[in-house]
T-cell receptor
Framework: RKEVEQDPGPFNVPEGATVAFNCTYS??????FFWYRQDCRKEPKLLMS???SGNEDGRFTAQLNRASQYISLLIRDSKLSDSATYLC???????????????FGRGTQLTVWP | GAVVSQHPSWVICKSGTSVKIECRSL??????MFWYRQFPKQSLMLMAT?????????EQGVEKDKFLINHASLTLSTLTVTSAHPEDSSFYIC??????????????FGPGTRLTVT
């Protein structure tokens, strides 16, 4: 079983729409959680960290449910520039490590059309 | 801050040759660097973790004699793909992390190197 599972999509939405992505993780020892954005043929870029209390950054809202091992990302008022692949990422602190390692989901592809 | 560069950004090589990819942290000292590989429409897969001055730790299934990693300084790690084959064609991405570069769980990614082996 994969550490991080995401619906690969694609999601095709019009400008201004609200879209939600979901992600589940299998390891209850996961320490921290992130959403990354990856544009075609580019490296992943950190979009936002995800905190237990939920957090918001402009049009983006992230939620974490540790009991269900579930993470979500909500994008409101979608822009054309939001078109990208969104990666759900968890960090698991390996024994003896202070940094842990990241596990990436396959990503959910979003296309916002005019 | 926390900028990571990679060189080259893309490379085409013939089967059987070796290719070296450099990863540099430009404005911070990276005690740990990570090397990932990403095939089309797949997730990033960690290949190895390298700590400055010590041997890299390879993930299961990654041949250490084929993918040579050297982390000789706090700002530079190199990945050498030896005797490359077409199946090694992929997007190779490094990341760097250090307690001084921000959240200790955050990694900063390089722009990636696209390798095509003909």
């Amino acid at each position: 079983r994969k550490e991080v599972e995401q619906d690969p999509g694609p999601f095709n939405v019009p400008e201004g729409a609200t879209v939600a992505f979901n992600c589940t993780y299998s390891n209850s020892a996961s320490q921290s959680f992130f959403w990354y954005r990856q544009d075609c043929r580019k490296e992943p870029k950190l979009l936002m960290s995800v905190y237990s209390s939920g957090n918001e950054d402009g049009r983006f809202t992230a939620q974490l449910n540790r009991a269900s091992q579930y993470i979500s990302l909500l994008i409101r008022d979608s822009k054309l520039s939001d078109s990208a692949t969104y990666l759900c990422v968890v960090n698991i602190l390996d024994r003896g490590s202070t940094l842990g390692r990241l596990y990436f989901g396959r990503g959910t592809q979003l296309t916002v059309w005019p | 801050g926390a900028v990571v560069s990679q060189h080259p950004s893309w490379v085409i090589c013939k089967s059987g040759t070796s290719v070296k990819i450099e990863c540099r942290s430009l404005d911070f000292q990276a005690t740990t660097m990570f090397w990932y590989r990403q095939f089309p429409k797949q997730s990033l897969m960690l290949m190895a973790t390298s700590n400055e001055g010590s041997k890299a730790t390879y993930e299961q299934g990654v041949e250490k004699d084929k993918f040579l990693i050297n982390h000789a300084s706090l700002t530079l790690s190199t990945l050498t793909v030896t005797s490359a084959h077409p199946e090694d064609s992929s997007f190779y991405i490094c990341s760097a992390s250090s307690p001084t570069s921000g959240s200790r769980y955050e990694q900063y990614f390089g722009p990636g190197t696209r390798l095509t082996v003909t």
